[in-house]
């Protein structure tokens, strides 16, 4: 595509529509996600399609159904893995479960949890803990098909190595293999680890608060956002977390430039663990 600014800004434009088109047809709203990944993500689409240009993807989009899906699952990446940055896992276990010891019962929120290892990891994490059973843990994403691989909880088999891998280096106390059964090609994860768990739809752009988490996990999501869009979802964050709640963001992200980093403080810089503060009660009017 020409490199002219004439013809950059054209494209712009385009892309902006496409956009409007796709949030018309179908509620998913990726105006606000960062330019400049949507951009590569759909001109892999056109290429692949050999269409012209971003005006014609449009109208493949509104009378070509299977290409309409085709452009969506382009622009969610669900690239993930169980223990993904193992050092992350093992502050989490370091850091953070002593405080959510102190709970009787927890509530943790992944949200775009993809295919949903994040959430299997922290269900093990909590299990060697001794505290799965006081926990609830949702995970939600925009995409349906990687939810439903979320529930069913089966992984191929080659990917065990690494999983394996990252879980001794993320402090596990057990042995991976005592969390799955091996099929043919695949892994199914322990039925004992689904029993906590609930995988729903959750679009974080449109969709509401989850209220009174004890923990949010929202990892190599907001990379994707607009910088607009990462402030929604932050103060989206803040208010379903409970006063002392934690949140932990992917290792590229960061609240560093938020207009609400006043209102967490920072448990560890490197992993990107946050805990909200606690919010004292105003006084009463009058009162100084
Ligand atoms: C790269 S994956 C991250 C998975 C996991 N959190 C991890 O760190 O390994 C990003 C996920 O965010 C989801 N996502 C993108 N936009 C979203 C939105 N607006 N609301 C909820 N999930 C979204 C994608 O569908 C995808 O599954």
Partial sequence: MST???DVENQRLEIRLLLEAIYQRSGYDFRGYASAHIKRRLDHVRARNRLASFCDMIHRLIYDPPFFDEVLAALSINVTEMFRDPHFYRAVRETVVPHLKTYPFIKVWHAGCAAGQEVYSMAILLKEEGMLSRAQIYGTDINPPVLETARRGIYPLEAVRQYTTNYQKAGGTASFADYYTAGYDSVALSADL???M???PHNLVTDGIFGEMHMIFCRNVLI???DDLQEK???LFLDSLCNG???CLGSKESLRFSAHADAFEVVDAREKIYRKRHVRALGMQGEP
Avoid: E, R, W
């Fill in 198 to 200: 609930l995988f729903s």
């Fill in 233 to 235: 979802v932050i103060k």
């Fill in 224 to 226: 994707y956002f607009g």
């Fill in 194 to 196: 689904k029993k906590t």
């Fill in 4 to 6: 002219d600014p004439a």
């Fill in 245 to 247: 709640g934690f949140l």
